[in-house]
Structure formats: C-alpha cells, structure tokens
C-alpha cells in the first residue's frame, strides 16, 4: 500500500448544518466571524485567507459588498434563463 498523506495539524473549525442554528449565527455576526481563519480543510496563513477563501469566509461589510455584485447572477429570470438552456442541452 502507498504512504498515507500526512495532514498538518491545526485549530479546526465548526460546521454549522441546522438551519436553526445557521439562522441565530446569521443573526449575530459580532460572536460567529467566518473571516478569521478557514473553512477550507487546510488552515490558510491570515493574509491569505482574503484572497483565497472566498465569500464564505467573508465578513461585513467586504461580504455585502461582494454579495450585492454576484446577487445579480442569481435573480429568478437568470436561474430561469440557465435552466432552459440545461434542458435544452440534455435533451439533444
């Protein structure tokens, strides 16, 4: 059998999946941050985790920020629009 890979060890993090307990942590942004530190599997050094965590990991204001610019892509006409284009591709 090959080595087993080896992961660093690190703080960890929680992993909310109740939607009653993703609705409080949205209600109370100043105890539950997602920006410091990263949800990814590996822990990012600090000065990193801006650049390559994504929206998730993402606090107000730069997370409404970003929101407001992408919210666009996801209006009901849009997702409608992506829809009918899916169709279309898997029934030829």
Do not use: C, W
């Not at 660093?8 to 909310?16: I, Q, T």
């Not at 109370?28 to 410091?36: I, N, Q, R, Y």
């Not at 920020?65 to 591709?89: D, G, H, M, W, Y």
């Amino acid at each position: 059998m090959g080595s087993a890979i080896e992961i660093p060890p690190s703080k960890g993090y929680y992993a909310l999946t109740r939607y009653r307990d993703v609705a409080t942590a949205s209600r109370h942004p100043e105890v539950f941050l997602s920006g410091p530190g990263a949800v990814s599997q590996m822990d990012l050094p600090t000065e990193m985790v801006e650049y390559f965590s994504g929206m998730i990991s993402t606090d107000n204001p730069k997370h409404a920020r970003l929101r407001r610019i992408v919210s666009k892509a996801f209006n009901p006409r849009t997702i409608r629009s992506v829809e009918e284009s899916i169709e279309r591709v898997a029934t030829r």
